[in-house]
């Protein structure tokens, strides 16, 4: 997990160099030592993470109590990493004329160390440990719901205990580190676009209060695309009517998503060519047969190009409910510029009244609303 939050980051940070002035930072002097136990080998590197590639500034040998050192110039003030090996590694910020010592267990460096000297790495590090925790639970209650897929609601119901704890710890953190540069293990923790103001405002404050940071300055790009899927989300905001929906069936016959007013409503972007869409499916008939007595409907828009190849996906998976339409132009239809999305399988869950519930919604968590809004 520790690579994973500014994977992304430092392979923007060597398009920063590519598309930037052109003009080589100012090279900054650091001093690291410190003691580390459990070493997977004697070398240990200053690095960053480019992609999945580390890119090595500097190494030194610890001699056979782990001890060791350096004094190396590095490109810029930064978010760096003290490589142990090729898949561990601890994350530090360095800046100019910083002396850092770090003590810990190579086995777990992540939760076993101690820095001295920087606070910044030691505040960043602490909320690290928090999500890796989170990530944890996250991941064994994925696990469980597929073992135990009776149980789906009860272990959502737990899980969402946990979440809620993390974005409570979350907010303190973002609230307490104002423009500094540990917010760095926030930014990408947030759920797109749902979450896009959160994410703003910390991505503000590191551009404040590390603009020197190349990792940083990436921050500029990936925000312009956060924020331009966040605006696109905005036209099916939760209460906003459902745009309106007019299709051919397989027949050649119209029909119109306001035909299904009155009833809650699930608009289903797919395609027989989808993967996830066809693994999606069988969950899809399970809620309609369990609530369209109780007035839930669901309304198929395909994205194929094959008239045979859709209705054959709809008589392979059991897709028995009566509102399926398609003007079989793949990507060019037509309802993609009212929904703006930009991938498949992609939901809208509308209410009687036909204004929007929420977006995306499959498996877990499409259950869990229809059955808050059916109450069984």
């Known amino acids: 997990m520790t690579k994973v939050f500014i994977t992304f980051l430092l392979f923007a940070t060597s398009l920063v160099y590519a598309q930037g002035t052109g003009e080589k930072p100012s090279t900054i002097h650091i001093e690291l030592s410190g003691t580390i136990f459990n070493l997977p080998n004697d070398t240990l590197y200053i690095s960053q993470l480019m992609g999945r590639q580390y890119h090595d500034y500097d190494k030194a040998v610890a001699d056979k109590n782990g001890n060791f050192s350096f004094s190396t110039d590095l490109p810029n003030p930064d978010y760096y990493v003290l490589r142990l090996g090729n898949h561990s590694h601890l994350n530090i910020i360095f800046r100019e004329n910083d002396s850092i010592q770090v003590y810990g267990d190579g086995k777990n460096i992540l939760f076993f160390s101690n820095i001295i000297g920087s606070p910044e790495s030691t505040d960043m590090n602490d909320f690290l440990r928090t999500y890796e925790v989170f990530k944890r639970d996250k991941d064994s209650a994925t696990m469980l719901m597929r073992q135990f897929p009776n149980q789906q609601k009860a272990i959502t119901q737990q899980f969402q205990q946990k979440y809620l704890r993390f974005t409570a710890e979350r907010s303190r953190f973002t609230s307490n580190h104002r423009k500094s540069p540990a917010l760095i293990a926030v930014i990408n923790t947030y759920a797109i676009p749902n979450e896009y103001k959160e994410y703003e405002a910390v991505a503000k404050d590191l551009l404040e209060g590390f603009p020197e940071s190349n990792v940083v ?123 703006g999305f930009s991938g498949i399988p992609f939901t809208v869950l509308v209410d009687k009244e036909g204004n929007i519930i929420s977006t995306n919604l499959r498996g877990v968590a499409l259950e869990s609303a229809l059955s808050s809004i059916f109450g069984y």
């Open 217 to 339: 300055q990436s921050i500029r790009q990936q925000m312009a695309q956060h924020k331009a899927k966040y605006e696109s989300s905005q036209l099916l905001a939760s209460g906003k009517p459902a745009p309106e929906i007019a299709m051919p069936d397989a027949n050649g016959d119209t029909l119109r998503l306001s035909d299904l007013k009155g009833n809650v409503v699930l608009i289903d972007f797919w395609a027989s060519w989808c993967g996830p869409c066809r693994r999606e499916n069988p969950n899809v008939v399970k809620l309609y047969e369990k609530y369209h007595d109780a007035g839930f409907e669901v309304f198929s828009v395909s994205l194929d190009g094959r008239k045979e190849n859709w209705l054959a996906a709809i008589d392979a998976d059991n897709l028995k409910w009566d509102s399926h339409v398609s003007e079989l132009n793949k990507w060019n239809c037509s309802a993609r510029a009212d929904y």
